[in-house]
């Protein structure tokens, strides 16, 4: 398997910035700082800025890749646990840049709570 396929888990994310983006397509994006937006492009990434057609590979220190990059906004479907890594500027030991997310299912109470404020928003 490829590097970017090791790290998708399932079918359990979705960006909202890039819906027809794939699990594959978002690890690309990220793991590349953007130089990358999808492995082979989709309505928001054009095919010339994918992994299978971008003419200027990624370094191997990721010198190229850009200064700053705007990612996408993530939906995940289930309850998950998310561990990121930040290698850039990370000597993994005082410069120790990483972290984990937790995404808990939202209770019926929550969900039902949600929709009644988004009702009363869209009355206004």
Known sequence: ???????????????????????????????SSGHYCAKSGTDICPASESLDEKETKMDDKMNNAPASYSGHVLKFKKACSINYLCTRNNSFSNRSQKGSIWVRESSKAEVKKRAEMKDKSEMK
């Open 1 to 31: 398997k490829q590097w970017y396929q090791r790290r998708v888990r399932g079918n359990n994310v979705e960006s909202l910035t890039d819906p027809e983006a794939t699990g594959v397509d978002i690890a690309i994006g990220l793991a």
